[in-house]
Protein backbone atom coordinates (compact mmCIF):
# COMPACT_ATOMS: atom_id res chain seq x y z
CA UNK A 1 0.00 0.00 0.00
CA UNK A 2 1.64 3.16 -1.08
CA UNK A 3 -0.97 5.94 -1.91
CA UNK A 4 0.16 8.58 -4.16
CA UNK A 5 -1.91 11.44 -3.32
CA UNK A 6 -2.70 12.43 0.33
CA UNK A 7 -6.13 13.16 -1.14
CA UNK A 8 -7.13 9.91 -2.76
CA UNK A 9 -6.78 6.07 -1.55
CA UNK A 10 -5.22 5.21 -4.78
CA UNK A 11 -2.28 3.31 -4.87
CA UNK A 12 0.68 3.44 -6.43
CA UNK A 13 1.12 -0.40 -6.94
CA UNK A 14 -2.43 -0.50 -8.96
CA UNK A 15 -2.98 -0.02 -12.47
CA UNK A 16 -4.54 3.36 -13.37
CA UNK A 17 -7.95 2.84 -15.62
CA UNK A 18 -7.32 4.30 -19.09
CA UNK A 19 -11.07 4.90 -19.50
CA UNK A 20 -14.50 4.82 -17.81
CA UNK A 21 -17.85 4.97 -19.56
CA UNK A 22 -20.53 6.20 -17.31
CA UNK A 23 -24.25 5.50 -17.69
CA UNK A 24 -26.46 8.13 -15.26
CA UNK A 25 -30.17 8.11 -14.86
CA UNK A 26 -31.02 11.29 -13.02
CA UNK A 27 -33.98 11.71 -10.43
CA UNK A 28 -35.04 14.62 -9.54
CA UNK A 29 -37.68 13.72 -7.41
CA UNK A 30 -34.74 12.18 -4.74
CA UNK A 31 -31.96 14.47 -5.80
CA UNK A 32 -30.10 10.90 -6.90
CA UNK A 33 -28.51 9.19 -9.83
CA UNK A 34 -28.51 5.70 -10.44
CA UNK A 35 -25.55 4.65 -12.31
CA UNK A 36 -23.12 2.23 -13.18
CA UNK A 37 -19.39 2.90 -14.17
CA UNK A 38 -17.75 0.95 -16.43
CA UNK A 39 -13.97 0.91 -15.98
CA UNK A 40 -10.73 0.05 -18.94
CA UNK A 41 -7.22 -0.92 -17.73
CA UNK A 42 -4.70 -0.64 -19.48
CA UNK A 43 -3.80 -4.33 -19.54
CA UNK A 44 -5.41 -7.40 -16.81
CA UNK A 45 -5.11 -6.83 -13.09
CA UNK A 46 -5.70 -9.62 -10.28
CA UNK A 47 -5.55 -8.58 -7.20
CA UNK A 48 -6.78 -5.77 -4.59
CA UNK A 49 -8.06 -2.53 -6.43
CA UNK A 50 -8.54 0.67 -4.97
CA UNK A 51 -11.07 3.91 -5.52
CA UNK A 52 -12.35 6.93 -3.82
CA UNK A 53 -15.97 7.20 -2.87
CA UNK A 54 -17.92 9.44 -1.26
CA UNK A 55 -21.76 9.09 -0.25
CA UNK A 56 -21.96 6.31 -2.83
CA UNK A 57 -24.03 3.37 -2.38
CA UNK A 58 -22.51 0.63 -4.39
CA UNK A 59 -24.82 -2.17 -5.44
CA UNK A 60 -22.15 -4.01 -7.09
CA UNK A 61 -19.44 -4.53 -8.67
CA UNK A 62 -19.59 -7.17 -12.00
CA UNK A 63 -17.11 -8.45 -14.69
CA UNK A 64 -18.48 -7.28 -17.82
CA UNK A 65 -17.59 -10.39 -19.78
CA UNK A 66 -19.65 -12.89 -18.07
CA UNK A 67 -21.64 -10.66 -15.39
CA UNK A 68 -20.56 -12.63 -12.53
CA UNK A 69 -20.18 -11.00 -9.33
CA UNK A 70 -16.31 -9.64 -8.33
CA UNK A 71 -15.78 -9.17 -4.05
CA UNK A 72 -15.74 -5.50 -3.01
CA UNK A 73 -15.26 -3.58 0.53
CA UNK A 74 -16.00 -0.59 1.53
CA UNK A 75 -14.44 1.57 4.16
CA UNK A 76 -16.74 2.99 7.06
CA UNK A 77 -17.11 5.17 8.98
CA UNK A 78 -15.88 7.77 6.02
CA UNK A 79 -12.43 9.57 6.20
CA UNK A 80 -13.22 13.20 7.43
CA UNK A 81 -11.30 14.27 3.76
CA UNK A 82 -10.55 11.55 2.31
CA UNK A 83 -14.14 9.90 2.13
CA UNK A 84 -14.64 5.81 1.56
CA UNK A 85 -12.03 3.59 0.33
CA UNK A 86 -13.77 1.42 -2.21
CA UNK A 87 -11.90 -1.81 -2.52
CA UNK A 88 -12.27 -4.36 -5.54
CA UNK A 89 -10.69 -7.80 -5.78
CA UNK A 90 -9.77 -8.65 -9.32
CA UNK A 91 -8.84 -12.03 -10.84
CA UNK A 92 -6.83 -11.09 -14.33
CA UNK A 93 -9.44 -8.67 -15.47
CA UNK A 94 -8.97 -5.82 -17.22
CA UNK A 95 -12.69 -4.06 -17.08
CA UNK A 96 -14.73 -4.00 -14.38
CA UNK A 97 -18.53 -2.65 -14.17
CA UNK A 98 -19.62 -0.88 -10.51
CA UNK A 99 -23.47 -0.25 -10.31
CA UNK A 100 -24.04 2.57 -7.89
CA UNK A 101 -26.48 5.56 -6.60
CA UNK A 102 -25.53 8.69 -5.38
CA UNK A 103 -26.82 10.56 -2.19
CA UNK A 104 -28.76 13.49 -2.29
CA UNK A 105 -26.14 15.51 -0.35
CA UNK A 106 -23.27 14.61 -2.83
CA UNK A 107 -20.73 17.09 -1.85
CA UNK A 108 -20.16 17.92 -6.20
CA UNK A 109 -23.60 18.01 -6.71
CA UNK A 110 -26.15 21.24 -6.15
CA UNK A 111 -29.83 19.67 -6.96
CA UNK A 112 -31.96 22.98 -7.80
CA UNK A 113 -35.97 22.57 -7.59
CA UNK A 114 -37.77 24.54 -10.04
CA UNK A 115 -38.80 27.46 -7.91
CA UNK A 116 -35.05 27.66 -6.89
CA UNK A 117 -34.02 28.29 -10.88
CA UNK A 118 -34.20 31.35 -12.95
CA UNK A 119 -37.29 29.99 -15.14
CA UNK A 120 -38.98 28.54 -11.77
CA UNK A 121 -40.25 25.86 -14.11
CA UNK A 122 -37.94 23.26 -14.55
CA UNK A 123 -35.13 22.00 -12.03
CA UNK A 124 -31.62 22.19 -12.42
CA UNK A 125 -28.49 19.79 -11.79
CA UNK A 126 -24.86 20.69 -11.60
CA UNK A 127 -21.53 19.25 -10.36
CA UNK A 128 -18.26 21.46 -8.84
CA UNK A 129 -16.10 18.40 -8.63
CA UNK A 130 -12.71 20.26 -8.29
CA UNK A 131 -11.04 19.68 -6.15
CA UNK A 132 -11.40 15.91 -4.64
CA UNK A 133 -15.20 15.85 -5.16
CA UNK A 134 -15.51 14.03 -8.52
CA UNK A 135 -15.84 10.30 -5.82
CA UNK A 136 -19.35 11.75 -4.73
CA UNK A 137 -20.46 11.64 -8.63
CA UNK A 138 -18.89 8.20 -9.38
CA UNK A 139 -15.89 5.73 -8.18
CA UNK A 140 -12.76 6.69 -9.53
CA UNK A 141 -8.93 7.50 -8.76
CA UNK A 142 -9.92 10.66 -7.75
CA UNK A 143 -5.85 12.04 -8.03
CA UNK A 144 -5.26 14.44 -10.59
CA UNK A 145 -2.24 11.96 -11.76
CA UNK A 146 -4.84 9.95 -12.68
CA UNK A 147 -6.17 11.39 -16.18
CA UNK A 148 -8.36 9.44 -18.07
CA UNK A 149 -11.01 9.47 -20.84
CA UNK A 150 -14.24 9.12 -20.34
CA UNK A 151 -17.67 8.53 -21.99
CA UNK A 152 -21.33 9.01 -20.60
CA UNK A 153 -24.76 8.39 -21.15
CA UNK A 154 -26.83 10.73 -19.15
CA UNK A 155 -30.74 10.11 -18.69
CA UNK A 156 -32.86 12.92 -17.89
CA UNK A 157 -36.55 14.20 -18.26
CA UNK A 158 -36.89 15.12 -22.00
CA UNK A 159 -37.76 18.77 -21.32
CA UNK A 160 -34.11 18.88 -19.85
CA UNK A 161 -30.86 19.38 -21.92
CA UNK A 162 -27.32 18.56 -20.44
CA UNK A 163 -24.13 19.88 -21.55
CA UNK A 164 -20.30 18.26 -19.83
CA UNK A 165 -16.97 18.86 -20.35
CA UNK A 166 -17.02 16.58 -22.86
CA UNK A 167 -18.32 16.80 -26.61
CA UNK A 168 -21.72 16.26 -27.49
CA UNK A 169 -22.43 13.59 -29.86
CA UNK A 170 -26.17 12.21 -29.56
CA UNK A 171 -29.58 13.69 -28.16
CA UNK A 172 -32.25 10.30 -28.62
CA UNK A 173 -34.90 8.09 -27.44
CA UNK A 174 -33.55 5.70 -24.77
CA UNK A 175 -33.19 2.02 -25.29
CA UNK A 176 -34.30 -0.86 -23.42
CA UNK A 177 -32.18 -1.25 -20.68
CA UNK A 178 -31.17 2.25 -20.62
CA UNK A 179 -33.84 2.93 -17.20
CA UNK A 180 -36.63 4.34 -19.58
CA UNK A 181 -38.66 1.59 -17.91
CA UNK A 182 -37.70 3.62 -14.55
CA UNK A 183 -40.49 5.77 -12.62
CA UNK A 184 -40.12 8.76 -13.42
CA UNK A 185 -41.83 10.80 -10.26
CA UNK A 186 -40.61 13.92 -11.04
CA UNK A 187 -44.38 15.06 -11.58
CA UNK A 188 -46.04 17.12 -14.12
CA UNK A 189 -42.77 17.99 -15.77
CA UNK A 190 -41.54 15.09 -16.42
CA UNK A 191 -44.53 13.70 -17.92
CA UNK A 192 -42.96 13.75 -21.67
CA UNK A 193 -40.69 11.17 -20.98
CA UNK A 194 -36.68 10.98 -20.98
CA UNK A 195 -33.90 11.49 -23.60
CA UNK A 196 -30.43 10.08 -23.38
CA UNK A 197 -27.63 13.00 -23.95
CA UNK A 198 -24.38 11.38 -24.91
CA UNK A 199 -21.06 12.63 -24.75
CA UNK A 200 -17.21 11.45 -25.61
CA UNK A 201 -13.82 13.17 -24.02
CA UNK A 202 -11.23 11.44 -25.81
CA UNK A 203 -8.49 13.79 -24.14
CA UNK A 204 -7.10 12.57 -20.57
CA UNK A 205 -8.64 14.55 -18.05
CA UNK A 206 -7.85 14.55 -14.40
CA UNK A 207 -11.26 13.64 -12.68
CA UNK A 208 -11.51 17.05 -10.99
CA UNK A 209 -12.35 18.35 -14.31
CA UNK A 210 -15.43 15.77 -14.78
CA UNK A 211 -18.64 18.31 -15.28
CA UNK A 212 -21.99 18.79 -16.07
CA UNK A 213 -25.46 20.60 -15.98
CA UNK A 214 -28.42 19.86 -16.67
CA UNK A 215 -31.59 21.90 -17.02
CA UNK A 216 -33.51 23.82 -19.18
CA UNK A 217 -30.40 24.83 -21.07
CA UNK A 218 -30.06 27.82 -24.36
CA UNK A 219 -27.27 29.03 -26.20
CA UNK A 220 -26.00 31.72 -28.02
CA UNK A 221 -23.29 31.70 -30.72
CA UNK A 222 -20.24 34.05 -29.96
CA UNK A 223 -17.50 32.76 -32.13
CA UNK A 224 -16.37 29.79 -34.15
CA UNK A 225 -15.09 27.82 -31.12
CA UNK A 226 -17.60 29.31 -28.74
CA UNK A 227 -21.52 29.32 -27.65
CA UNK A 228 -22.23 30.62 -24.31
CA UNK A 229 -25.11 28.14 -22.54
CA UNK A 230 -27.47 29.55 -19.74
CA UNK A 231 -30.66 28.84 -18.46
CA UNK A 232 -32.91 29.41 -21.80
CA UNK A 233 -33.96 32.86 -20.66
CA UNK A 234 -33.53 35.35 -24.02
CA UNK A 235 -32.49 38.52 -21.68
CA UNK A 236 -29.72 35.93 -20.19
CA UNK A 237 -28.38 34.94 -23.14
CA UNK A 238 -28.25 37.86 -24.59
CA UNK A 239 -26.42 39.57 -22.15
CA UNK A 240 -24.11 36.60 -22.12
CA UNK A 241 -23.75 36.92 -25.57
CA UNK A 242 -22.73 40.46 -25.51
CA UNK A 243 -20.05 39.92 -22.01
CA UNK A 244 -18.17 37.09 -23.41
CA UNK A 245 -18.11 38.27 -27.24
CA UNK A 246 -14.41 38.62 -27.41
CA UNK A 247 -13.63 34.88 -26.30
CA UNK A 248 -12.46 34.31 -29.76
CA UNK A 249 -9.82 37.07 -29.34
CA UNK A 250 -8.33 35.85 -26.43
CA UNK A 251 -8.22 31.89 -27.84
CA UNK A 252 -6.22 33.76 -30.62
CA UNK A 253 -4.07 35.59 -27.84
CA UNK A 254 -3.70 32.57 -26.22
CA UNK A 255 -2.52 30.33 -29.03
CA UNK A 256 -0.08 33.03 -29.93
CA UNK A 257 1.10 33.27 -26.46
CA UNK A 258 1.00 29.82 -25.15
CA UNK A 259 0.84 26.76 -28.39
CA UNK A 260 -2.52 25.42 -30.09
CA UNK A 261 -5.61 25.32 -28.72
CA UNK A 262 -5.88 21.57 -27.79
CA UNK A 263 -9.60 21.48 -26.77
CA UNK A 264 -11.27 22.38 -30.09
CA UNK A 265 -14.19 23.94 -28.50
CA UNK A 266 -14.29 26.67 -25.89
CA UNK A 267 -18.25 26.51 -25.13
CA UNK A 268 -18.97 28.86 -21.55
CA UNK A 269 -21.65 27.48 -19.24
CA UNK A 270 -23.09 30.67 -16.99
CA UNK A 271 -24.71 28.83 -13.82
CA UNK A 272 -27.19 30.05 -11.47
CA UNK A 273 -26.32 32.28 -8.50
CA UNK A 274 -25.24 29.73 -6.32
CA UNK A 275 -22.11 28.40 -8.42
CA UNK A 276 -19.69 28.43 -5.39
CA UNK A 277 -16.97 29.99 -8.00
CA UNK A 278 -16.45 32.24 -10.43
CA UNK A 279 -15.16 30.49 -13.24
CA UNK A 280 -13.94 26.66 -13.32
CA UNK A 281 -11.99 25.55 -16.46
CA UNK A 282 -13.95 22.46 -17.38
CA UNK A 283 -12.41 21.53 -20.58
CA UNK A 284 -14.89 22.42 -23.35
CA UNK A 285 -16.84 24.50 -21.09
CA UNK A 286 -15.96 26.61 -18.84
CA UNK A 287 -18.59 26.91 -16.10
CA UNK A 288 -19.20 30.88 -14.93
CA UNK A 289 -21.15 32.47 -12.63
CA UNK A 290 -24.00 34.69 -13.17
CA UNK A 291 -22.79 38.14 -11.31
CA UNK A 292 -20.17 38.40 -14.59
CA UNK A 293 -23.12 39.44 -16.38
CA UNK A 294 -24.75 42.20 -13.95
CA UNK A 295 -21.75 44.44 -14.01
CA UNK A 296 -19.06 42.62 -12.42
CA UNK A 297 -15.97 44.59 -14.44
CA UNK A 298 -13.98 41.30 -14.30
CA UNK A 299 -16.00 39.29 -16.76
CA UNK A 300 -12.57 39.19 -19.09
CA UNK A 301 -10.27 38.75 -17.19
CA UNK A 302 -12.37 35.78 -15.43
CA UNK A 303 -12.77 34.47 -19.40
CA UNK A 304 -9.02 35.03 -19.46
CA UNK A 305 -8.14 33.20 -16.33
CA UNK A 306 -10.58 29.79 -17.05
CA UNK A 307 -9.40 30.18 -21.29
CA UNK A 308 -5.11 30.60 -19.63
CA UNK A 309 -6.30 27.31 -17.99
CA UNK A 310 -6.72 25.11 -21.02
CA UNK A 311 -2.55 25.43 -21.46
CA UNK A 312 -1.47 25.78 -17.60
CA UNK A 313 -3.83 22.95 -15.71
CA UNK A 314 -5.72 21.27 -17.95
CA UNK A 315 -2.70 20.70 -20.35
CA UNK A 316 -0.68 20.46 -17.94
CA UNK A 317 -1.87 19.82 -14.14
CA UNK A 318 -0.27 19.46 -10.29
CA UNK A 319 -0.19 15.72 -9.94
CA UNK A 320 -1.03 16.52 -6.12
CA UNK A 321 -2.85 19.10 -4.61
CA UNK A 322 0.15 19.98 -3.09
CA UNK A 323 1.85 21.78 -5.98
CA UNK A 324 -1.32 23.27 -7.28
CA UNK A 325 0.32 26.86 -7.64
CA UNK A 326 1.39 24.98 -10.65
CA UNK A 327 -2.02 25.58 -11.80
CA UNK A 328 -3.16 28.46 -10.30
CA UNK A 329 0.09 30.30 -10.61
CA UNK A 330 0.88 29.68 -14.17
CA UNK A 331 -2.67 30.66 -15.08
CA UNK A 332 -2.62 33.59 -13.16
CA UNK A 333 0.42 34.66 -15.07
CA UNK A 334 -1.17 33.37 -18.41
CA UNK A 335 -4.17 35.21 -17.78
CA UNK A 336 -2.48 38.18 -16.84
CA UNK A 337 -0.42 37.99 -20.44
CA UNK A 338 -3.95 37.71 -22.40
CA UNK A 339 -5.61 40.29 -20.70
CA UNK A 340 -2.34 42.76 -21.44
CA UNK A 341 -2.40 41.80 -24.96
CA UNK A 342 -6.52 42.16 -25.43
CA UNK A 343 -7.10 45.43 -23.14
CA UNK A 344 -3.42 46.58 -22.63
CA UNK A 345 -0.80 47.23 -20.01
CA UNK A 346 -2.89 49.48 -17.62
CA UNK A 347 -5.73 46.39 -17.12
CA UNK A 348 -2.89 43.99 -16.91
CA UNK A 349 -0.61 46.17 -14.38
CA UNK A 350 -4.13 46.66 -11.93
CA UNK A 351 -4.47 43.39 -11.53
CA UNK A 352 -1.30 42.34 -11.00
CA UNK A 353 -1.87 45.35 -8.05
CA UNK A 354 -4.99 43.95 -6.66
CA UNK A 355 -3.00 40.03 -6.40
CA UNK A 356 -0.64 41.57 -4.74
CA UNK A 357 -2.48 43.54 -2.04
CA UNK A 358 -4.36 39.78 -2.19
CA UNK A 359 -1.31 38.36 -1.43
CA UNK A 360 0.12 40.69 1.35
CA UNK A 361 -3.46 40.02 3.19
CA UNK A 362 -3.19 35.86 3.13
CA UNK A 363 0.34 36.18 4.71
CA UNK A 364 -1.77 38.01 7.97
CA UNK A 365 -4.25 35.02 7.58
CA UNK A 366 -1.66 32.28 7.43
CA UNK A 367 0.68 33.54 10.30
CA UNK A 368 -0.18 31.12 12.71
CA UNK A 369 -0.17 28.25 9.78
CA UNK A 370 2.99 29.66 7.87
CA UNK A 371 2.81 26.12 5.65
CA UNK A 372 0.06 27.50 3.59
CA UNK A 373 2.25 30.51 2.55
CA UNK A 374 4.17 28.42 0.71
CA UNK A 375 4.35 27.39 -3.06
CA UNK A 376 4.65 23.65 -2.23
CA UNK A 377 2.45 22.86 0.86
CA UNK A 378 2.43 19.39 2.54
CA UNK A 379 -1.35 18.53 2.70
CA UNK A 380 -1.52 15.40 4.78
CA UNK A 381 -4.57 15.96 6.64
CA UNK A 382 -5.32 18.46 5.60
CA UNK A 383 -8.71 19.61 3.34
CA UNK A 384 -7.99 21.43 0.24
CA UNK A 385 -10.85 23.75 0.36
CA UNK A 386 -10.54 24.80 3.80
CA UNK A 387 -6.86 26.27 2.90
CA UNK A 388 -7.92 27.33 -0.59
CA UNK A 389 -6.48 31.01 -0.62
CA UNK A 390 -4.77 33.75 -2.77
CA UNK A 391 -1.23 32.11 -2.32
CA UNK A 392 -0.78 29.84 -5.12
CA UNK A 393 -2.33 32.20 -7.16
CA UNK A 394 -0.53 35.62 -6.17
CA UNK A 395 2.90 33.83 -5.15
CA UNK A 396 2.96 31.59 -7.97
CA UNK A 397 2.57 34.58 -10.20
CA UNK A 398 5.40 36.13 -8.53
CA UNK A 399 7.73 33.57 -9.29
CA UNK A 400 7.08 33.37 -12.78
CA UNK A 401 6.90 36.88 -12.83
CA UNK A 402 10.48 36.90 -11.32
CA UNK A 403 11.87 34.57 -13.56
CA UNK A 404 10.45 36.66 -16.25
CA UNK A 405 12.20 39.65 -15.82
CA UNK A 406 15.69 37.40 -14.82
CA UNK A 407 15.53 36.05 -18.29
CA UNK A 408 13.41 38.82 -20.14
CA UNK A 409 9.95 38.18 -21.84
CA UNK A 410 11.45 36.79 -25.19
CA UNK A 411 13.47 33.98 -23.52
CA UNK A 412 10.73 33.08 -21.05
CA UNK A 413 8.11 33.03 -24.04
CA UNK A 414 9.97 30.79 -25.52
CA UNK A 415 10.55 28.36 -22.17
CA UNK A 416 6.15 28.64 -21.40
CA UNK A 417 5.85 27.42 -24.90
CA UNK A 418 8.57 24.65 -24.43
CA UNK A 419 7.27 23.70 -21.17
CA UNK A 420 3.43 23.42 -22.40
CA UNK A 421 4.72 21.49 -25.25
CA UNK A 422 7.15 18.77 -23.43
CA UNK A 423 4.01 18.26 -20.77
CA UNK A 424 0.85 18.60 -22.04
CA UNK A 425 -1.44 15.79 -21.29
CA UNK A 426 0.53 15.06 -18.14
CA UNK A 427 0.52 15.69 -14.59
CA UNK A 428 3.78 16.83 -12.65
CA UNK A 429 5.08 18.28 -9.29
CA UNK A 430 7.30 21.03 -8.51
CA UNK A 431 10.58 19.47 -8.86
CA UNK A 432 9.84 18.37 -12.37
CA UNK A 433 9.19 22.07 -13.12
CA UNK A 434 12.41 22.68 -11.31
CA UNK A 435 14.25 20.46 -13.02
CA UNK A 436 12.81 21.57 -16.75
CA UNK A 437 13.74 25.21 -15.51
CA UNK A 438 17.35 24.75 -14.91
CA UNK A 439 17.97 22.51 -17.75
CA UNK A 440 16.12 25.10 -19.97
CA UNK A 441 17.06 28.23 -18.46
CA UNK A 442 20.77 27.27 -17.43
CA UNK A 443 22.31 29.09 -14.17
CA UNK A 444 18.72 30.27 -13.42
CA UNK A 445 19.66 28.57 -9.67
CA UNK A 446 22.34 31.06 -9.33
CA UNK A 447 20.57 34.38 -10.27
CA UNK A 448 17.02 33.20 -8.44
CA UNK A 449 16.57 31.17 -5.51
CA UNK A 450 14.94 28.58 -6.33
CA UNK A 451 14.56 26.89 -3.15
CA UNK A 452 13.35 29.73 -0.87
CA UNK A 453 10.97 30.62 -3.53
CA UNK A 454 8.99 27.11 -3.45
CA UNK A 455 9.65 25.96 -0.04
CA UNK A 456 10.10 29.07 1.89
CA UNK A 457 7.40 30.53 3.76
CA UNK A 458 6.05 34.44 3.32
CA UNK A 459 6.90 36.42 0.23
CA UNK A 460 10.70 36.58 -0.49
CA UNK A 461 12.43 39.62 -0.95
CA UNK A 462 12.69 39.60 -4.86
CA UNK A 463 9.29 39.65 -5.60
CA UNK A 464 8.16 42.68 -6.73
CA UNK A 465 5.15 45.23 -5.76
CA UNK A 466 3.94 46.71 -9.29
CA UNK A 467 4.55 50.12 -10.86
CA UNK A 468 1.69 51.79 -12.98
CA UNK A 469 0.45 55.54 -11.94
CA UNK A 470 -3.74 54.53 -11.79
CA UNK A 471 -2.36 51.93 -8.87
CA UNK A 472 0.09 53.97 -7.14
CA UNK A 473 -2.78 56.94 -7.28
CA UNK A 474 -5.26 55.06 -5.86
CA UNK A 475 -3.03 53.89 -3.09
CA UNK A 476 -1.86 57.25 -2.08
CA UNK A 477 -5.67 58.09 -2.66
CA UNK A 478 -6.93 55.56 0.18
CA UNK A 479 -4.21 56.32 2.58
CA UNK A 480 -5.25 60.17 2.29
CA UNK A 481 -8.83 59.13 3.29
CA UNK A 482 -7.59 57.49 6.59
CA UNK A 483 -6.32 61.51 7.04
CA UNK A 484 -9.89 62.11 5.80
CA UNK A 485 -10.23 62.91 2.37
CA UNK A 486 -13.06 61.55 0.54
CA UNK A 487 -12.22 60.60 -2.98
CA UNK A 488 -13.53 63.75 -5.58
CA UNK A 489 -15.81 63.11 -8.41
CA UNK A 490 -13.41 64.08 -10.83
CA UNK A 491 -10.69 61.54 -9.40
CA UNK A 492 -13.11 58.50 -9.94
CA UNK A 493 -15.27 59.39 -12.59
CA UNK A 494 -13.70 56.82 -14.89
CA UNK A 495 -13.01 53.96 -12.44
CA UNK A 496 -14.67 50.51 -13.29
CA UNK A 497 -14.63 48.35 -10.68
CA UNK A 498 -11.24 47.08 -10.11
CA UNK A 499 -10.06 50.61 -9.12
CA UNK A 500 -13.18 50.39 -6.68
CA UNK A 501 -11.89 46.99 -5.60
CA UNK A 502 -8.49 48.30 -4.62
CA UNK A 503 -9.28 51.58 -3.03
CA UNK A 504 -12.02 49.86 -0.77
CA UNK A 505 -9.61 46.81 -0.19
CA UNK A 506 -6.55 49.49 1.16
CA UNK A 507 -9.19 51.42 3.53
CA UNK A 508 -8.21 50.37 7.09
CA UNK A 509 -10.33 48.40 9.05
CA UNK A 510 -10.44 50.80 11.59
CA UNK A 511 -13.08 53.88 9.56
CA UNK A 512 -15.35 55.16 11.18
CA UNK A 513 -19.42 54.32 10.84
CA UNK A 514 -19.89 58.09 9.76
CA UNK A 515 -16.85 57.63 7.12
CA UNK A 516 -18.54 54.73 5.83
CA UNK A 517 -21.86 56.35 5.07
CA UNK A 518 -20.72 59.51 3.63
CA UNK A 519 -18.42 57.66 1.40
CA UNK A 520 -22.03 55.74 0.12
CA UNK A 521 -23.87 59.01 0.62
CA UNK A 522 -21.31 59.77 -2.95
CA UNK A 523 -21.19 56.77 -4.49
CA UNK A 524 -23.88 54.60 -3.51
CA UNK A 525 -21.20 51.46 -3.20
CA UNK A 526 -23.92 49.50 -1.38
CA UNK A 527 -25.83 49.03 -4.45
CA UNK A 528 -23.37 48.67 -6.73
CA UNK A 529 -24.04 45.20 -9.29
CA UNK A 530 -20.44 44.42 -9.10
CA UNK A 531 -20.66 41.71 -6.11
CA UNK A 532 -16.52 42.51 -5.72
CA UNK A 533 -17.30 45.89 -5.23
CA UNK A 534 -20.21 45.57 -2.83
CA UNK A 535 -18.67 42.75 -0.97
CA UNK A 536 -15.42 44.96 -0.64
CA UNK A 537 -17.90 47.73 0.76
CA UNK A 538 -19.72 45.27 2.88
CA UNK A 539 -16.71 44.31 4.60
CA UNK A 540 -15.90 47.79 5.69
CA UNK A 541 -19.43 48.34 6.76
CA UNK A 542 -19.22 45.46 9.38
CA UNK A 543 -15.75 46.09 10.44
CA UNK A 544 -17.23 49.86 11.89
CA UNK A 545 -20.40 48.68 12.65
CA UNK A 546 -21.93 50.32 10.37
CA UNK A 547 -25.86 48.57 11.07
CA UNK A 548 -27.41 51.05 8.24
CA UNK A 549 -25.65 48.17 6.07
CA UNK A 550 -26.27 45.03 7.09
CA UNK A 551 -29.59 44.34 5.20
CA UNK A 552 -27.39 44.55 2.49
CA UNK A 553 -25.35 41.80 3.87
CA UNK A 554 -28.24 39.68 4.23
CA UNK A 555 -29.68 40.34 1.16
CA UNK A 556 -26.16 39.41 -0.86
CA UNK A 557 -25.47 36.34 1.44
CA UNK A 558 -29.07 35.16 0.18
CA UNK A 559 -28.55 36.27 -3.29
CA UNK A 560 -25.16 34.91 -4.17
CA UNK A 561 -23.62 31.60 -3.41
CA UNK A 562 -19.89 32.32 -4.41
CA UNK A 563 -17.75 31.16 -1.48
CA UNK A 564 -15.46 33.48 -2.07
CA UNK A 565 -18.14 36.05 -0.82
CA UNK A 566 -19.28 33.84 1.57
CA UNK A 567 -16.14 33.20 3.59
CA UNK A 568 -15.23 36.84 3.64
CA UNK A 569 -18.63 38.40 5.23
CA UNK A 570 -19.53 35.15 7.28
CA UNK A 571 -16.06 35.18 8.47
CA UNK A 572 -16.37 39.42 9.25
CA UNK A 573 -19.37 38.62 10.76
CA UNK A 574 -18.50 36.17 13.47
CA UNK A 575 -14.37 37.72 13.84
CA UNK A 576 -14.63 41.09 13.01
CA UNK A 577 -16.25 42.78 15.29
CA UNK A 578 -16.47 40.62 18.57
CA UNK A 579 -19.86 41.52 18.96
CA UNK A 580 -22.80 39.10 20.04
CA UNK A 581 -25.27 40.93 17.13
CA UNK A 582 -22.91 40.19 14.58
CA UNK A 583 -22.85 36.47 15.50
CA UNK A 584 -26.60 36.46 16.22
CA UNK A 585 -27.11 37.56 12.30
CA UNK A 586 -24.57 35.39 10.99
CA UNK A 587 -26.41 32.09 12.41
CA UNK A 588 -29.93 33.18 11.26
CA UNK A 589 -28.77 34.42 8.01
CA UNK A 590 -27.00 30.59 7.19
CA UNK A 591 -30.28 29.08 9.13
CA UNK A 592 -32.23 30.60 6.31
CA UNK A 593 -29.51 30.26 2.98
CA UNK A 594 -27.89 26.96 3.71
CA UNK A 595 -30.38 25.08 1.11
CA UNK A 596 -29.79 27.44 -1.45
CA UNK A 597 -25.57 27.14 -1.32
CA UNK A 598 -23.75 24.39 -2.92
CA UNK A 599 -22.87 21.54 -0.58
CA UNK A 600 -18.71 22.89 -0.95
CA UNK A 601 -20.02 26.61 0.19
CA UNK A 602 -21.97 25.24 3.00
CA UNK A 603 -19.20 23.06 4.46
CA UNK A 604 -16.64 26.12 4.44
CA UNK A 605 -19.72 28.36 6.20
CA UNK A 606 -20.35 25.72 8.69
CA UNK A 607 -16.44 25.01 9.44
CA UNK A 608 -16.07 29.05 10.15
CA UNK A 609 -19.16 29.47 12.18
CA UNK A 610 -18.37 26.31 14.28
CA UNK A 611 -14.98 27.68 15.18
CA UNK A 612 -16.70 31.17 16.45
CA UNK A 613 -19.88 30.24 17.49
N1 LIG B 1 -10.21 26.03 -10.74
C1 LIG B 1 -10.38 27.28 -10.10
C2 LIG B 1 -11.47 27.21 -9.07
C3 LIG B 1 -11.23 26.15 -8.00
C4 LIG B 1 -10.00 26.01 -7.41
C5 LIG B 1 -12.26 25.36 -7.61
C6 LIG B 1 -9.81 25.03 -6.43
C7 LIG B 1 -12.07 24.41 -6.62
C8 LIG B 1 -10.84 24.23 -6.04
C9 LIG B 1 -10.67 28.41 -11.09
O1 LIG B 1 -9.86 28.38 -12.22
C10 LIG B 1 -10.39 29.71 -10.40
O2 LIG B 1 -9.27 29.95 -10.06
N2 LIG B 1 -11.41 30.55 -10.23
C11 LIG B 1 -11.31 31.84 -9.61
C12 LIG B 1 -11.39 32.91 -10.67
C13 LIG B 1 -10.23 33.73 -10.94
C14 LIG B 1 -10.41 34.83 -11.94
C15 LIG B 1 -9.03 33.76 -10.13
C16 LIG B 1 -12.52 32.03 -8.70
O3 LIG B 1 -13.52 31.34 -8.88
O4 LIG B 1 -12.44 32.88 -7.81
ZN1 LIG C 1 -7.84 28.93 -11.75
Same mark, same amino acid.
Given at each position: MAPIDPHSFTDSTHPLASHISLSLFFDFSSSTIHASALFTLPSPHSGPLSLDARGLTVHSVLD? %? *? *?SPLPFSISSP???? @??CHLTLTLSHNSSFLVVFTTSP???ALQWLSPPQ???? #?LPFVYTQ????? /?RSVFPCQ? +?? /?ARVCYSARLNVPRQLSAVMSARHVDRRDPIAG?? /?? %?????? /?????GRVVEEFVMEQPIPPYLFAFAVGELGFREVGPRTRVYAEAVPAVLEAAAKEFASAEDMIMQGEAL??? &? !???RFDLLVLP? *??? &? #???????MTFLTP? =? %? !????SGAQLVAHELAHSWTGNLITNK?? !??FWLNEGFTTYAERRIVEAVQGEDRAALSIGIGWRGLNKEMERFKDNL?? +?? %?? +????? =?DPDDVYSKVPYEKGFQFLWRIERQVGRPAFDEFTKKYIATFKFNSIDTETFLEFLKANLPGIEKEIDLTLWTE???????AYEPVSSIYTKILSMANEFKLGRMPREDEVADWGGMEWELYLEN?? @? *?? !?ASQILDLNACYNLSDTKDYEVKVAFLLLAIASECKDHYAEVEKTLKAVGRKKFLVRLYTALVEGTGKEEEKILAKRVFAEARETYHPIAQGVVETILSKNI
Open positions: P %L *S *SPHPI @KGTSSTFNK #ACHAIH /AD +TP /AEG /AA %LACGDG /AWCAEFGP &Y !EWEP *SFP &Y #AGMENPRT =V %L !EGDSTN !EHEF +TK %LK +TNQEG =VGTGIPPDLP @K *SI !E
